[in-house]
């Protein structure tokens, strides 16, 4: 079987994308230094696929560990590379710890990638990497602008460094945009395991509604846009994850267009965060409490993709709706609290 070394395994989008490689006929191991995961996505895998992952516990930022496991596999052919600090807010606040985790970890790895010949590697970039766009929906064309917030900026050096050693090791890249994962697996075995108060809209949506946050904020709501809160394009993680299995695949089938081939990973509609919120409660029912909070630094007003060149090229089809994200994370979060109760026989703390 083809192996695939995923980095960040063990956290949100990588172990759905484990799982989706698997079920598509790859052999697959982790690293994931666990700093914010764990490894009980992997659990979940292997209750749903029946495949144990194995999962190497290291730091990228280290470079002879992450040398040591390419020793170890002397047989995988690609690499799939998540692992990095993801959080807009948190990166405007310690830049530092942002470039050094997420661009001394690349470049430990293609370093291996170069010495041990990998044919393809694959990255996880982000829509940041357009800053606030003047057009909107953006295509893989749109000029980047100045990100605006320093994971933004570690994203885009990312995409300039990968281009470079593609072009001079002449190894197949593909570089892609993700808009904004959410959501989780249909089974509930699978979510985002937020470590901390989560950063991202939809768990704290979620978390809300369960109790665990008292109000949700609303980071402003005075924005030029249609109801003056900000616009994101959410992508259900599974939909995400696919689109990583027809990305090896579209090199595996040699059909990449150039050595790193870039694709936008959204659904192609924009909605608002107020917008979101009401979808969230129309479908499951539950109220939210939340509030207008002054608007945080970094956020992008707006951005939504044109997702054609996937559709066409990786012949990806999204097929999870706003409400299918909604449900899945709501359920995952009850998930959540159930077996935190299982296993502390406790309700969670009103913080
Ligand atoms: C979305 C909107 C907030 C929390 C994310 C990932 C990043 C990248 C791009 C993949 C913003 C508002 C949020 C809250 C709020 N994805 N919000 N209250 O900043 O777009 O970035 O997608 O690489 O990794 O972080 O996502 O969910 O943090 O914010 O009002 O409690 O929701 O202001 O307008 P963002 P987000």
């Excluded at 089974?187 to 008292?214: D, F, H, R």
């Excluded at 060149?309 to 709501?330: C, E, H, V």
Aim: a negative charge; hydrophobic letters at 35%.
């Amino acid at each position: 079987m083809k192996k695939i070394l995923v980095t960040g395994g063990c956290g949100y989008i990588g172990s759905h994308t484990i799982l989706d490689l698997i079920e598509n006929g790859f052999e697959v191991i982790s690293v994931d230094n666990n700093s914010r995961s764990s490894t009980r996505l992997l659990e979940g895998i292997e209750k749903i696929s029946g495949k144990k992952v194995k999962n190497y516990k290291v730091d990228l930022c280290n470079f002879d560990d992450t040398h040591a496991i390419f020793q170890e596999n002397a047989d995988i052919i690609g690499i799939i590379h998540f692992a990095a600090f993801k959080s807009v807010g948190e990166s405007v606040e310690k830049p530092l710890l942002y470039f050094e985790n997420n661009l001394v970890s690349l470049i430990n790895l293609l370093k291996c990638v170069e010495e041990f010949e990998i044919s393809y590697f694959v990255f996880s970039s982000s829509c940041t990497i357009y800053g606030n766009p003047d057009k909107i929906p953006v295509t893989e064309n749109t000029p980047p602008k100045p990100a605006e917030s320093p994971y933004g900026y570690t994203k885009q050096m990312g995409e300039q460094i990968i281009n470079e050693f593609a072009r001079a090791n002449r190894i197949k890249c593909i570089l892609l945009r993700y808009f904004n994962p959410a959501g989780a697996h249909t089974s509930s075995l699978l979510g985002e395991y937020p470590i901390e108060k989560p950063q991202n809209l939809v768990p704290a949506i979620t978390q809300t509604a369960i109790g665990k946050i008292q109000t949700l904020e609303v980071f402003g709501d005075d924005y030029p846009t249609r109801d003056g809160s900000c616009v994101r394009d959410f992508i259900h993680v599974c939909d995400l994850a696919h689109a990583h299995t027809l990305a090896l695949q579209y090199l595996l089938d040699n059909r990449n267009q150039g050595y790193c081939d870039v694709f936008n990973l959204g659904t192609g509609s924009g909605i608002t965060v107020l917008e979101a919120i009401r979808a969230f409660e129309n479908i499951t029912g539950v109220k939210l409490n939340y509030i207008i909070a002054p608007r945080r630094p970094g956020d992008v007003i707006a951005i939504y993709a044109n997702n054609d060149k996937a559709r066409q090229l990786l012949k990806w089809n999204p097929k999870f709706s706003l409400d299918d994200i909604m449900l899945t994370a709501w359920k995952w979060e009850q998930k959540l609290k159930a077996d935190e109760k299982l296993f502390t026989g406790r309700d969670f703390q009103m913080n």
